[in-house]
């Protein structure tokens, strides 16, 4: 399986429109891929919250049109990354979408954990309650969003779920980088899945984004990794690796504490 990881450079100046049209040019370009991956929240800007209203659109949206054309034109399943979702009932989410070869819609997660801590998404948008995951015809992929990586429990519920590849957007501050770095190979080790980590990079809304989108193995090993700049990251690697690695060292096997195992008081 070839997978890119598409790290955005996502800065105020631009529109959305521009955002859109260099996104889908990259993957146009991408043919032969059999999966591409966008990061989070790339046309409004995961940090420029006066940009949300603004820029808020359907799962049937411009970014859906064109990312669903991109996507057919390549013959890739595409992680469109995340948008900002309006609901019927005006409620805002950040919202991911997976395209299939053929340019369907297949599968779209709204993310549940929030940050900010009382601001910014926190308080901006709506949380998502639904765990997903989308049969492809290389496995079965999850979904989860930038901060959802510090959670444990859903990578759990994914893998619950029969992930073999959690895709995670992400638009992490440069910051806190080395947390980045240690979490997106924690998850693939622990649930023993590969993980595709795109994340954006540049300056927006006043945050310095990480950049250093990896693609991680069920061994923990990182396959691929970017710097800080606008660049695309590709890696071949065998999903058969996810069953064999499961055989090799069988510890999920020996779960406990798995929900509903045992008893409280």
Not at 106 to 125: C, N, Q, V
Request: proline letters at 3%; glycine letters at 12%.
């Amino acid at each position: 399986m070839r997978a890119s990881l598409v790290q955005l450079s996502v800065d105020s100046p631009d529109t959305a429109g521009e955002r859109r049209e260099r996104a889908a040019a990259t993957v146009r370009a991408r043919a032969g891929d059999d999966m591409v991956v966008l990061p989070e929240l790339w046309t409004a800007g995961a940090w420029s919250y006066d940009r949300w209203d603004r820029d808020a659109e359907g799962i049937d949206g411009p970014t859906a049109e064109v990312m669903s054309a991109a996507a057919r034109r390549a013959g890739v399943w595409l992680h469109a990354g995340s948008i900002v979702e309006r609901d019927a009932d005006g409620t805002l989410y950040n919202t991911a979408l997976l395209f299939d070869r053929a340019g369907d819609l297949r599968g779209h997660y709204r993310k549940i954990h929030r940050y900010g801590f009382d601001t910014g998404e926190a308080t901006l948008m709506g949380g998502g309650r639904d765990i997903v995951t989308v049969p492809a015809d290389f496995g079965v992929v999850g979904l989860a969003i930038c901060y959802d990586l510090r959670f444990p429990e859903l990578f759990r519920g994914l893998l619950d779920a029969g992930a073999e590849l959690v895709v995670l957007p992400a638009a992490w501050p440069a910051a806190r980088l080395g947390h980045w770095r240690l979490l997106t190979r924690t998850r693939a080790l622990e649930e023993q899945v590969f993980v595709l980590a795109c994340c954006a990079t540049g300056v927006h809304g006043g945050m310095e984004q990480g950049g250093h989108s990896a693609a991680v193995d069920p061994w923990g090993t990182v396959l691929g990794e970017a710097g800080t700049a606008e660049e695309v990251v590709t890696v071949d690697f065998d999903m058969g690796e996810v069953a064999r690695i499961r055989s090799d060292l069988p510890v999920l096997r020996d779960r406990v504490l798995a929900l509903g195992a045992v008893g409280s008081r």
